[in-house]
């Protein structure tokens, strides 16, 4: 993802609030869903403040050609073209669900361009339809995350800032609101800042990523560079994992499996996907879930076998290393045993057979 | 029925708790948002201070008073200077005195409503694009709806009883600083127990309606309250 100096947002921020001290500078395309993401306490959503201008802090943010602080000036928050869904949502008490809507709509951001977002569009992207009279504390916390998501939108925004905006609900209506914000995140041009310690979150939603440890930048880059990254400690962890982008194919009824394509592979996922023949697809994979052979297997139960050539191993713990592959249309990682990393004398530059046990479009 | 000087006495009390109220929630809106906001070190200091009209004796409140608005008292040489009438004993005075006597009943739940609700409504209402004012109008106001009702009331009904700041800054003259309360004391005084009867239960039914209110309102408002 490249962003040129005209076009996309930049950031540099420094920020200390008694002991803590935020530093973070990062640019990010002009779409597309930038995650930033790092343990609680990283300073994620104090950079949101900061970039809303809810929070004063020193330097520079600029989007587009437009200055929103700098040497010279700092826009105050509501001079800011930002749609900002809180982690709890914020929906005005004493306005029905309708009234929350417009508020935004009335004050919004932008008069002068064409109204992708006009009321009725917002409203049938997110299902409120049925929810327009009702008050903030009738609706459940999925539905007052939608609205609060449709008013946003609804003001116009140069850029979307979220803050863990799924932090709050259950299981349920965290995949249900998951599927909004992909289908919002495909027929929106607009630029969104996810702030999120959910790494399935990040791997389904995030184009980009942002990496923050204790108010300092770890690093930033393409979403699945960063979780295949050896240096960083995502691909540390347990459930470390990597993003593929496949094609689907087709549906074969016989089997109940779903046919996708990475380059001239072809893997199959178990059921049937709600996707169209040519559709992009995410599938998550987790690094625990592949395991490695010198030579393609036969008479195996597993279905998908990818030539893979191994980039770089690294000691995760002493029983276990953590393997970078290249697919030749991605990377993948790899768990295996540091024993058997031996015994195979794994190395780089190696071509190895990636055996998937199992995958998942993530969320 | 109420004789004529009974209602006069009547209309002063409803005037002046009127008066005093709408003084109060003009002033008391400031310095209820500044206590409800501020992180400064005299904060404990000035919240003693509003509070103090709860604890201490209206004598000693209406002692001070009149010392202030006598022509030797800060307030009183400010007043013969800018060339206007001497405070004490005036209906003015009386504003004055109930505005201080009251002051507790209306900050405090203003401060209440205005600490209740947040930072969390203003950022989400600054980042759609309102404006400082516009915030005031379009989220503060309705949010405290509950609050001003609530300090309006008991504004109101705490200054109808007022006696005690009364009787040493006012005084007992019909028609400009005689009020309810006062008027009670001398019926007693004079052993007119009917008239007595009647006036206090004109101001014990008062009283409780506005109370009631208050509740009411209290109790329709609290589901808005985020």
Known sequence: MSTDNRSGLHVDLQLTRGPFNLQAKFSAAAAGVTAIFGPSGAGKSSLLQAIAGLLPAQGSI???????QDEQQYLPAHRRPVGYVFQDGRLFPHLNVRGNLEYGMRRRHNTAVPTDYDFAHAVALLRLGELLERMPHQLSGGEQQRVAIGRALLSKPALLLMDEPLASLDAGHKRELLGYLQNLQHKSALPVLYVSHAPDEVARLADHLVLLDKGRKLADGPVNDMLTRLDLPLSLDSDAAAVLSVTYTDYDSAFDLSRVALGSNTLYLPGRLSAAPGDTLRLRVLARDISLTIERQTGTSILNIVPVRIVELREQNPAQCIVRLDTGNGMLL??????SATALQLDSGQQVYAQIKSMALPG | M?????LQALAITLQLAALSTAVLLVLGTPLAWWLARTRSHW????DALVALPL???PTVLGFYLLIAMGPDGPLGAFMTAIGGQPLAFSFAGLVIGSVIYSLPFVVQPLQDAFSRMG???LDAAATLGAGRMDRWLSVVLPLARPGYITA???????????FGVVLMIGGNIPGSTRVLSVAIYDHVETLEYGRAHLLSGVLLLLSFALLLAVYRANRRFRMMRP
Not at chain 1, 334 to 339: E, F, I, N, P
Not at chain 2, 43 to 46: G, R
Request: glycine share 12%; charged share 15%.
């Open chain 1, 62 to 68: 600029r989007i587009g050609n437009h200055s929103w």
């Open chain 1, 334 to 339: 790899a768990c295996v045993t540091r024993k």
């Open chain 2, 2 to 6: 109420l004789n004529s000087a009974d």
């Open chain 2, 43 to 46: 904060k404990p200091a000035i």
């Open chain 2, 55 to 57: 604890v201490l004796p």
């Open chain 2, 119 to 121: 930072q969390g409504p």
């Open chain 2, 152 to 162: 309006g009331v008991l504004g109101f009904a705490h200054t109808l009883g007022e």
